[in-house]
């Protein structure tokens, strides 16, 4: 709390997320319900962030959409975190021929940008907010692992691992218990600066057709919607990327504060 970037940063994911949770219940239309009356609305008392071109409320849509938008982010981030820190530290820890297998596995997922991959895997599995997911997990295990085995190759070589090695414990208990407890800090930083990136990618995914489908509110779908509407409804799509900008600055912002807090070093430079 003695970080004003990192407790600023905390409150302001906090509000989001809490809208996120609170949203269905205190939205106040149906962010389904076509109003052919009040299509294409300008902001108003009535619909505070304006209407779309079949009459649904902006501010109901973006408020159920943070929702979806959350979720997504952080089951891809689960699935990244899981399984790229077991690929990293397995990596590490081994060394030998599993370490460079593994690594050239890495390098050749690396070869393709992440976006990319993801919409691969997304166009074999087909389009949803499922494998949407998936994809966007799968897509970032690369870059995850790297980090992940850089941070756990200065544990392997500490006094205490070769201790507990020289006295018979298993690998796998070295690497649980102690290798991984010890990234724990490496850990949270690089997971909250993936959500960013990750709620990114789902935007990028809806906004091309490939992520949630319609009618389903997600701020990348809502901007695809309101892109062609930019002259005669600018708030159809100012507000679903405002609001995709705004949670992602948040989301880096406590990230880089983590990053300056675990490590002094980096924040003196």
Do not use: C
């Amino acid at each position: 709390m003695q970080n004003k970037k990192a407790k600023y940063s905390f409150v302001l994911l906090f509000i989001i997320i809490l809208l996120g949770i609170i949203g269905p219940w205190i939205a106040p239309h149906d962010p389904l319900e076509s109003n052919y009356e009040a299509f294409l609305q300008e902001p108003s008392a009535e619909y505070w962030l304006g209407t779309d071109s079949i009459g649904r409320d902006l501010l109901s849509r973006l408020l159920h959409g943070a929702r979806v938008t959350l979720t997504v982010a952080v089951m891809s981030v689960a699935i990244t975190v899981v399984l790229g820190t077991v690929i990293g530290v397995t990596s590490a820890y081994l060394g030998g021929f599993i370490d460079n297998l593994l690594m050239r596995i890495m390098d050749m997922l690396l070869a393709l940008p992440g976006i990319v991959l993801a919409l691969a895997i997304v166009a074999v599995l087909g389009p949803s907010l499922t494998n949407a997911m998936i994809s966007i997990g799968i897509s970032s295990i690369p870059s995850f692992a790297l980090l992940i085995r850089g941070a756990a190759l200065t544990i392997k070589s500490s006094g205490y691992v070769e201790a507990s090695r020289s006295i018979g414990s298993s690998n796998r208990w070295i690497m649980v218990f102690q290798v991984i407890p010890n990234i724990a800090h490496v850990l949270i930083v690089y997971t909250t600066l993936f959500v960013g990136a990750a709620i990114l990618d789902s935007s990028a995914l809806g906004f091309i057709g490939l992520g949630a489908q319609p009618p389903t509110p997600e701020w990348g779908t809502m901007l695809n919607e309101g892109k062609g509407f930019i002259t005669e409804a600018w708030w159809l799509a100012t507000f679903p990327g405002l609001a995709i900008t705004l949670i992602v600055f948040v989301v880096n912002l406590l990230g880089d504060a983590l990053r300056d807090i675990f490590d002094p070093r980096a924040a003196s430079k």
